[in-house]
């Protein structure tokens, strides 16, 4: 096992019923961080089977699982299998990929072992029908290693958003994913312009005969490197994937971050595709001149208020608490905006002496990252007319 892996074991306890096969089951509450309003099976102890899973790269640690058969399963829920199948389906119950193939194969008699071999990866995780996060490898910051990409649809159509990997296997695994659904890919959407998010994009477009598709000042930006946009997405537009479950994507304008980042609300099930918003691993990084700390802060405020029950994040795992992990972001950078003040009104400096009085808990060599960050703190606070440049520094602004 890997050093980044985590062993962990899940019970399957079972009943045979005149309706069906039933399931212990825990259902994990609505708004929780990880796996809010999911169905799983709760955890297990004993000898372990040779079914199991092994959770996406979403993270640097990572569960590998095992199941376990039998045995009591306190504060479980007996659930008819089949029928959580078809709620899942029904965009009535969201319900893990691992879990609904175990719950599979006990409808339908088969091994556990051939639905749910141990140790082999999930590639998709899609906890509502047509919304599926394929994590994908790429040259991205630390402690993240793989950018998400999504295909969205569930009809005849779909549209892959940020096919992020340069790299030709994680390329050739994307192919054979989006190749194995059997639906024309009607465009490849972009949430913005940052290399680990276009690195396939415009490899796998070209590929299929697709057009990309992102905002116009993202255009922009992508010119001369290599990823040609073929159509403009504006604010507030619409994109419809008609189906047995329709879905309909709904582009916001949400920059400060990166200039023309559009996020993506699938406004059926509420479900949010946030791009580098938020991130479920590591941090997201205000660089000015493209970051803009004020316009960063609004733009979480707006995704906040979309109230989406579910978050995806370009890095990560999805979020069941989109609302919280916000009101987390922004007490955090408004914390961290008194230590920057402070910091100043200790003393005129430039940006490299101030760092390690704002930012006094964080290692030299992440300094340069941290001055990318104070410095889009402290252009806030001089438009806002409370610091001022001083020659080569920066000062307190003094009121008469």
Known sequence: MGEHERPVSALIATRRTPAGVEVALVHHPAGQRVDGDVWAFPPGEGEATGAGWRAPPFSPVRDDGRFVLGGEAPGAEWVLARDLLD?????????????RAALAALVDGR??????????????????????????RTPTLPPATHTNCFVVGDGPEVVVIDPASPFEDEQARLDRLVDGLGRRVREVLLTHHHPDHVGGAERLARRLGAPIAAHARTAELLLGRGTSVDRLVEDGEAIDLPGPRPRRLRAHLLEGHADGHLVFHEEVTGHVIAGDMVAGTGTIIVDPPEGKMALYLESLARLKGLGAP????????????PGGLVDEYVAHRLARERKVLAAVEAGAAPVEVLVPRAYPEVAPALYPFAARSLLAHLLKLE???RVARAGDGWCARTTS
């Open 87 to 99: 709620r899942w389906a029904n965009d009535e119950a969201l319900v893990a990929p691992w879990t």
């Open 111 to 136: 091994p556990l072992e051939d639905a749910c071999p141990a140790g082999r990866g999930v590639e998709v995780v899609d906890l509502v029908p047509g919304l599926r996060v394929v994590p994908v």
């Open 310 to 321: 579910v978050l995806y994040p370009a890095h990560g795992p999805p979020i069941g608490d």
């Open 383 to 385: 438009a806002e007319g």
